[in-house]
Every structure is written in C-alpha cells, then in structure tokens.
C-alpha cells in the first residue's frame, strides 16, 4: 500500500504540518501504523519522558528480508549508534565523549574562521557563483577535517566510505544486496579510520585525539568516533547552504546574527523528525499507546508551531528559542554548539561580503527525502559594489 502521508509530505511538507496542527498535532496514522506528533508541545513531552524508548532498530532491522548473519551484523553496528542506545549504557558513553566536544567548542570559531577565509581568497566571488560546489561543500569539509584534525582527502575518504551505511538509516525497505553494501560500507569505514589512527595521521588537541585520550581505542569506542564523524556532515552541509539562502533572502530585515542563525535552524530542520518506541502501555494527551507501538515526532513541524512562534514561517526577531532541531531531552544532539558556533562565523563571513557585492539568488531548489530535507541547488549572483 503506497503511504498516502510520505506522499503528502513531500508533495508540500509545511502545508501538510499545517493540516496535521488543525486536526490536534497529535493522532495515529495507518499509513505509518505509528503515532504521529506536529505540535511543538506534544514533541517536548514524549522526548524528554523516560517511557520511550530510542532502541528501536533492532525492531526495525527484524522487519527486513535478509538473512541472519546480515540481520546480526547491521544490529551489532547500530546497537553502538549513540542515537539508537538508551540507559545507563547510552549516558555512560555520552558523559564520556562530553569532555572532548566541550573542549573543540572552545576552538570551533577559530576553526570556522580559518576555514572560510581560506576558501574567500580563492577568488570565486564573480558573477553567478553556484554556492553548494563552491562555498557549502568546501567549507564543510575543510572545517570538519580540521575540527577532528585529519586531513581533508582522509576526511573526505572516510564519508565516502560511510555513504552506504548512512543511508541505511534513512532508507525504509531492505533486501540481502543492500545490507551487503551497507555492511561492506560499515567495514570499510571502520578500517579507513583505523589505518589512520595506526599511522597517527592526526593532529595533537583536535577532535580525534581528544577522544582517542578520553575513550581509548576498543571497538566501543572506535564505534562512538566512527559514529561522530560521520554523524554531523550532512546536516552541518545543509545548515550551511540555508544559512546562506536565508541570509540573503532576507537581508532587509536587519536582524542580529544570533538570532538569524536560530531562526535559519529553526525554519529549515535538515532531520525533519524523531522516532520512539514505547516501552509500556500508556496514555499521553488522552491517547492511549500501546507498548512496542512507533511514535514519530516531526520536529521540523514543531518548529513552525503556530502556538509557540509567530509569526511561524518567517524569520523574526520576535521569535524565542526552544527550537527542536537538535532533539530535545537525553539524546539532544552533542553537536550543537558545534553547528551554532560555525553559522556564527559564516554570519559575519557574509556580512563581510556584503560590503563587498550586492548578492542576490539567481536560482534555489529544495530536496525533500521525508527523512532528510536540504537545498539541492543554490545559485548566486555577486557584483562587486564598486561597479553597481
Ligand atoms: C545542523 C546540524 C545538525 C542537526 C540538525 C542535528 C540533528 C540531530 C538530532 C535531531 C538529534 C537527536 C536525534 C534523536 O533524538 O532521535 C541529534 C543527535 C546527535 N547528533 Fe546531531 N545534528 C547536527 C549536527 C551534528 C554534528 C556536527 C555532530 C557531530 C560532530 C552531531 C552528532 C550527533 C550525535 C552523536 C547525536 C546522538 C546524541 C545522542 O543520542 O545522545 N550532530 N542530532
């Protein structure tokens, strides 16, 4: 049966939340079979109550037409997927990376500064300038290889290998050739960043090393690092790319930085929702949840609450905080401060540029994956300002 509600979502996903914020924010789906949450309330209540549970793939994985040895590898990986663990076993492993991620904080601005000088000198504001090619991408990698202190071809190397096993989280069926691939790519990842582990291709203070001193190298920790390297890239990527749509879209409006950056995390969410399992039966907003059933919680549609923000689908100065990009409650995202901190220097990258171009957008395109949503294409127009 095709999934009338993916459908609808990706045919216009805000439209959709504002339909779904009308009929209560909160209801069960039979094209889902799982609880479905909009309301910005409702997503704050279930993430931070301790009566579901993030453990989920297992169940999922379970679901699949492939074979048990593959069943049990892919179970095994995730099973160390900070995001898919619970417990006491998931707050041990994230205190212990805590230290690490509070130390780079310090670093992340001079880190992001660095990195976007260095791609602003290399002359490729002129004329139309394709922005995820030649500032996006660029500069997420130069900085995230410089935050874990690899070089950028290692950096580059590992995501490439990590491809398949990302995708294995966002993709919905599965058969024996893609958990090949998938467990192909898991190996692969692991072994590109052994072998430079091995042969200590990284630097002293940066992200790697401090996690190396704080978690030692046994295969828990080695999935804890792989998981954070790979983890963060491609909604960093997309973070980027809005930032610079929106900074240029609504330049007018003369809004502090800061708060630009909240309100680009907050209108575009790149992980479009949550998923919990719950652990017993249970009644949340007089609806009654049975044990094992699935709750999604589209957070990107609490973000645009028309009870918390308003006005909702705009940038403002008006709006607060409390967005739900990040998660919300015990597994509330360890990079953070990491991705604010970045935008912050890129804030004032392009305030910089403005001073230099008139910027305007020549062409923009949303993809939607349900699951994952970024600009596909993002085409600028820079004149320097002298020749206006
Ligand atoms: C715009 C950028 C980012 C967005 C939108 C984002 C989003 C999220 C969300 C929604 C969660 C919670 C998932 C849940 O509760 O089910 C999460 C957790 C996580 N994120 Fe991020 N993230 C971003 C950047 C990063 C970066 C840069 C890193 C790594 C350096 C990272 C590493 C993690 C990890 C390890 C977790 C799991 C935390 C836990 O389960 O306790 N993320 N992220």
């Known amino acids: 049966m095709e999934n009338l509600t993916i459908k609808k979502i990706l045919d216009d996903r805000y439209s959709y939340y504002l339909e779904a914020q009308k009929r209560g924010g909160f209801y069960w789906d039979e094209y889902f ?7 910005h309330e ?8 301790e009566r579901f549970t993030a453990k989920r793939k297992s169940k999922y994985i379970e679901m699949f037409n492939i074979d048990d040895e593959y069943k049990k590898a892919l179970n095994n ?22 230290k690490p991620i509070s130390n ?3 670093e992340v601005t001079q880190i992001a500064d660095t990195s976007l000088n260095l791609i602003t000198n290399s002359n490729i504001f002129l004329g139309d300038v394709d922005v995820i090619n030649n500032i996006a991408i660029p500069f997420t990698n130069n900085f995230f290889a410089s935050l874990f202190g690899i070089n950028e071809d290692d950096y580059s190397n590992i995501l490439n290998k990590a491809k398949d096993a990302l995708k294995f989280l966002w993709v919905p069926s599965h058969n024996n050739e893609e958990a090949i691939k998938t467990i192909t790519s898991i190996n692969n990842t692991y072994s590109t960043i052994s072998e430079i582990i091995e042969n200590k291709r990284y630097s002293e203070n940066r992200l790697l090393d401090l996690m190396i001193k704080e978690v030692g190298l046994n295969d828990d920790s080695l999935a804890l690092i792989v998981n954070l390297i790979v983890d963060g890239h491609d909604p960093f ?4 790319k809005s930032y610079i749509y929106f900074h240029i879209k609504y330049k007018v409006r003369n809004i502090k930085n800061k708060q630009m950056v909240e309100e680009t995390l907050r209108l575009e969410c790149p992980f479009p929702l949550c998923a919990r399992l719950s652990k017993e039966d249970l009644v949340v907003k007089s609806n009654k949840i049975q044990k094992g059933e699935r709750v999604i919680l589209f957070i990107s549609s609490g973000n645009r609450d028309l009870k ?15 967005i739900q990009t990040f998660g919300v409650g015990v597994h509330y995202c360890i990079g953070a401060t990491v991705t604010r901190q970045a935008l912050l220097s890129l804030a004032k990258k392009m305030n910089n540029l403005e001073q230099l171009y008139e910027i ?8 939607d994956s349900f699951g994952f949503r970024t600009l596909d294409k993002l085409k600028l127009k820079f004149i320097e300002t002298s020749i206006v």
């Not at 079979?33 to 309301?39: I, P, Q």
């Not at 308003?310 to 008006?318: G, N, Q």
């Open 308 to 322: 918390k923000y308003c006005p909702a689908d705009t940038i403002s100065e008006l709006n607060s905080s409390e």
């Open 360 to 367: 305007n957008i020549l062409e923009s395109k949303w993809e």
């Open 33 to 39: 079979k799982s609880w479905v949450v909009f309301d």
């Open 104 to 106: 780079i904080n310090r």
């Open 42 to 49: 409702t997503i704050n209540l279930i993430l931070k109550d």
């Open 77 to 98: 990986f995730y099973s160390k997927w900070l995001m898919y663990m619970d417990g006491e076993e998931h707050i041990h492993l994230k205190r212990k990376i805590q």
């Open 237 to 240: 990527l997309s973070s980027v």
